[in-house]
Every structure is written in C-alpha cells, then in structure tokens.
Antibody, heavy 120, light 107 residues
C-alpha cells in the first residue's frame, strides 16, 4: 500500500528554522517525483516545488524559489521541506504529494498534511 | 506562468442536481488538466486526470471535459458526500498551477 506519512504539527517563532518530512512507503521511492503543496488558512492550493529522488532534479515555483529547500534522503525514503528563517506568512498546512509514473501527470497520493504555525 | 481561473467560486445546489464548474487557462493546455476534491479537514484527492479520465475508484457521476483553454468538471447528480471544494490544476508546464477552487454546498 502506497503511503506518504508526514511529520507532526509545528509551532515556531519568526526567524527560526524548520524542516518537515514526508516518508514514502509501499512503492519505489526513487522513481516517482515527490512535491509539496501549501494551503494557507482558509485559502486554496499552491504548488511549491517538486523533486525527483533518483537524481535530485528539483523545480520550484517562482514564489518559493530561495524561500525553501526541498531535499530527499533516499536511504530513508523521506522527502524534506526546509526553511532557514520562517515568517508569519509561512503559517499554512503543507502537503507532500507523489506524481504518477508514466504518461499521466497528476498527484495520485497525498500526505495527511503538516500544520505549521509561525507566531511570535 | 499558466493562470487557472475557476468559476464559480462557490455554488449551492439541491441533491440530485447537475453541477458544472469551469476552469479557464491563460494559455493552451495540451493534455494535463486535473481535477481534485478536498473535503473539509482532509487532504485533496484526484477525481479526473488528463481532462476527462476518471481516476480508479471514483464514482461515475463525476466527469470532466474540454480542451485548449476551456475545461469543465461536472457532477451529474449531486450527493451529500460531494460537499467539498474542487480545484483544477494544470500539469502541462512548470510552475504547476491550481485554480482558485469552487466550494460546493447543498441547498
């Protein structure tokens, strides 16, 4: 059974660093693109970026480029989303997502979401 | 960037009604237009991929269509469990983009 299991909720202060994780299981982790989608409180879905675990090819949305880092650890089949300096505007639910393999391009599995709250 | 404009932003219909949502792209999408459903407090799930293909296990009352820059998503007979927000998404090119969402409620 394919699963994406994310780390738990976080409460941080502005300026602090953070990384949240997404562990993939039940499939060949290195062969599927894995990405992150943000949902600010009461708002819609926003794609942040995506990484191909096999070679770490990474693409970011323009609004997230330079603000976050997406990485993977193939040995633990885990993807990460990292901030070096959080802002209050980073408060959101973050979902990790898997892109389908092959000729169809969509997110077929989603993690359960990680709530990040940034407040002084 | 491809902008995705969904309409309406919300709607309220009766059980059994046909519901249609539209999604307009700012440039032609060749194939990869998807629709997701997000129920309150839950992660989204895909319902339709490649504009008109029903994801495995999704009820047949859901359908998608369209091409080029204009796409539609329909529920043929609205059920109570369809209360959710629906999003279109293009996967044609980076950056990937979502529509603003359509909140569907029961009248």
């Amino acid at each position: 059974e394919v699963q994406l299991v994310q780390s738990g909720a976080e409460v941080k202060k502005p300026g602090q660093s953070l990384n949240i994780s997404c562990k993939g299981s039940g499939y060949s982790f290195t062969k599927y693109w894995i990405g992150w989608v943000r949902q600010m409180p009461g708002k819609g879905l926003e794609w942040m970026g995506i990484i191909y675990p096999d070679d770490s090819d990474t693409r970011y949305s323009p609004s997230c480029q330079g603000q976050v880092t997406i990485s993977v650890d193939k040995s633990t089949t885990t993807a990460y989303l990292l901030w070096s300096s959080l802002k209050a505007s980073d408060t959101a639910i973050y979902y990790c997502v898997r892109r389908t393999w092959g000729a169809h391009y969509y997110f077929d599995y989603w993690g359960q979401g990680t709530l990040v709250t940034v407040s002084s | 960037d491809i902008q995705m404009t969904q309409s309406p932003s919300s709607l309220s219909s009766s059980i059994g009604d046909r519901v249609t949502i539209t999604c307009q792209a700012s440039q032609v999408i060749t194939k990869y237009l998807n629709w997701y459903q997000q129920k309150p407090g839950k992660a989204p799930k895909v319902l339709i991929y490649d504009a008109s293909n029903l994801e495995r296990g999704v009820p047949s009352r859901f359908s998608g269509g369209g091409s080029g820059t204009n796409f539609t998503f329909s529920i043929s007979s609205l059920q109570p469990e369809d209360v959710a927000t629906y999003y279109c998404q293009q996967f044609d090119e980076f950056p990937l983009t979502f529509g603003g969402g359509t909140k569907v409620e029961i009248k």
